[in-house]
């Protein structure tokens, strides 16, 4: 079965500074990968998503994220953080179970902090 | 604007009471989720149903009841039997049937938040 490990359960950072969450994941066959921002007690809001075509992954507010078969990860990434960008990430991998149903396999999720 | 719309936004039970929490999309979408969020846990699948009048039990299922009467709404009441109901449930959707479009991104609603008292 598929699995999706968030590495960091916190990630702090200064505004202006590049921000990394890590994320790793198993799968036996091609994966689609996702990342969601949650802000506080609201729903999920899809950053980004990769379905195998180009590995490198633009989203909105400036994230992207990389595809990296050989290493399992895809990490999300941006240059320059905002405090805006505070919020909790969660790194989900489409998951097809025994009766050919696709379901989303969620991490625990990353906090990132931000601070002035 | 289509979207997700869950109600209410906060909600309390007594001990022993079954309440229900209302998810409604716009969004023409086939298939409806719930999700219980808990602290450092991620999201966990509760029931999730690909058209009208079918559902299946998601990973954690046990105390919960959902029905499918509509294609636009996905109710979920937590019964009594659920021991530990304190938590943040969000409901999803996504586009089409699962087994065709596994690349398709879900929509959620803003959430419920529920606490025994």
Redesign the interface.
């Known amino acids: 079965a598929q699995s999706v490990t968030q590495l960091d359960?916190h990630v702090s950072v200064s505004e202006g500074t590049p921000v990394l969450l890590r994320c790793n994941y198993s799968s036996s066959y091609s994966p689609?990968l996702?990342w969601?921002v949650q802000h506080p007690?609201?729903?999920?809001?899809?950053l980004l998503?990769y379905?195998?075509a180009a590995t490198l992954v633009k989203g909105i507010n400036g994230f992207e994220a990389e595809f990296k078969k050989s290493e399992t990860s895809f990490h999300l990434t941006k240059p320059s953080a905002h405090m805006s960008d505070a919020a909790e990430y969660?790194c989900v991998v489409?998951d097809?179970d025994t009766?050919?149903?696709?379901?989303?396999i969620?991490?625990?999720?990353t906090r990132l902090k931000v601070l002035a | 604007d289509g979207g997700?719309t869950?109600s209410p936004k906060y909600l309390f039970r007594k001990e022993g009471q079954n309440v229900t929490l209302s998810c409604e999309q716009n969004l023409n979408h086939d298939a409806m989720?719930w999700?219980r969020q808990d602290p450092?846990?991620?999201?966990?699948?509760i029931y999730?149903s690909?058209i009208v009048n079918d559902f299946?039990k998601?990973d954690i299922a046990e105390g919960y009841s959902v029905s499918r009467e509509k294609k636009e709404s996905f109710p979920l009441t937590v019964t009594s039997a659920q021991k530990n109901p304190t938590a943040?449930y969000?409901c999803?959707s996504t586009l089409g049937l699962?087994?065709v479009?596994?690349?398709t991104?879900?929509?959620?609603?803003?959430?419920t938040?529920l606490t025994v008292v």
């Open positions: 359960s689609s996702f969601y007690n609201k729903g999920l809001q899809l998503k379905t195998s969660f489409s097809l009766s050919g149903t696709y379901k989303y969620f991490g625990t999720g | 997700i869950q989720y999700y450092g846990q991620g999201l966990r699948l999730y690909q299946q998601g943040f969000l999803a699962g087994t479009v596994g690349n991104e879900a929509f959620f609603g803003q959430g938040r």
